[in-house]
Structure formats: structure tokens, C-alpha cells
């Protein structure tokens, strides 16, 4: 009876010290960046258990869309990675950052009777977006992603974006959120 209370008490002790170890920092197998912090929480056997929610950084940028591709002058927050585009229009739309010829001339965006503080039109010549191989956002959907890198260098990004259908005379906006997290 004493060795089974003893075998108990010591099977006990071991069990305790195994459970108090640290969880590794990164799971095993995930490749480490020292640039970009990990996005995930990890149980102690290193197995994701929940990952880091998408966090905005900066206001985000409403860019009105039309079938004509439009490009649009906006500036990436620093230290902001990736980004979350949510479309809220009833059409498909292709968005890219494409180069723009010098010297670059923009005007004022205006949408739903509102002048847009952090968004300007590009009226110089500039690159467009290809529906063929830039990025696709389904109707009514949104999603985060890394940012491609700017093609001009620098926070300042243009940004061409349109339509796949026709909007009906609908007014609708991308809205495009920099930030970190996924």
C-alpha cells in the first residue's frame, strides 16, 4: 500500500514538472522571418491554437470603382504589411499598384457627395490594372493579403482598380485597410 502511494506521489511530481515547460516560441517547422513578427499562438506541443486577428493600421482608403480602370494615389502606413480589401460592390473587381509616368498630377475624389481626405484620383498617365493577372475580389467578399511590392518604391502607392461587370448605375467603393495579422 505504501509503494502505491508512493508510485502515485512520484508518477504525480513528473507529470507536474512536464506540464510547467515553456512552449516553444515558434512551432517546430515554421519557418522564421526577422522581419516579420509570427501571427500565431501556440499550444505547448507547438500546434496552432488560434492566430492573430487582422489589426488596421491607419484610416482606411475608399476607392470608387466604375468599369473604366481608374487609378488612385494613396500612402501605405508605415510599417503596415499587409493588407484587407473588402469589396463591397455587386460586381467583381481586379486591383493592382502600378507605375505612373512623371510628372504625376491627381485631383480630389469626390464619393457620395464626400470629398475623400486620404484618396486622390490620378489624371497622368499611369499603368492599369490587367483583369487577366492582377488580383480578383468576388462580389460582396473581402480578404487579407501581403502586399506586392510598390512598383515605385516608397509609401506613396498608385493603385488601379475596376470592374468586371457593369455596376448598373450603382455607386460602390473597395474599401482597402493596411494593417498587420491575417
Known amino acids: 500500500m505504501l509503494r502505491c502511494v508512493a508510485l502515485i506521489l512520484g508518477l504525480l511530481l513528473i507529470s507536474g514538472a512536464a506540464l510547467a515547460e515553456k512552449p516553444p516560441a515558434v512551432a517546430p517547422g515554421v519557418p522564421r522571418s526577422e522581419t516579420l513578427k509570427p501571427v ?12 492573430v486577428p487582422f489589426a488596421r493600421n491607419g484610416k482606411a482608403f475608399a476607392l470608387p470603382v466604375s ?6 494615389e494613396i500612402v501605405q502606413p508605415d510599417g503596415a504589411p499587409v ?18 509616368t512623371a510628372p504625376v498630377t491627381t485631383q480630389a475624389v469626390t464619393f457620395g457627395g464626400k470629398t475623400l481626405s486620404n484618396v486622390r484620383l490620378v489624371t497622368s498617365a499611369t499603368g492599369a490594372v490587367n483583369e487577366f493577372e492582377d488580383t480578383v475580389f ?13 512598383p515605385m518604391g ?10 468586371l461587370a457593369d455596376l448598373q448605375g450603382v455607386a460602390c467603393a473597395f474599401r482597402l485597410h493596411y494593417g498587420n495579422g491575417n
Open 40 to 51: 500565431a499562438v501556440y499550444d505547448r506541443d507547438g500546434n496552432v491554437t488560434s492566430a
Open 154 to 163: 516608397g509609401q506613396t502607392r498608385y493603385v488601379s482598380i475596376m470592374a
Open 138 to 150: 468576388m462580389a460582396r467578399s473581402g480578404r487579407v493579403l501581403g502586399s506586392s511590392s510598390n
Open 67 to 72: 468599369t473604366t480602370p481608374q487609378t488612385y
Open 83 to 100: 493588407y484587407r480589401g473588402l469589396n463591397l460592390c455587386p460586381a467583381d473587381i481586379v486591383i493592382a499598384s502600378v507605375s505612373v
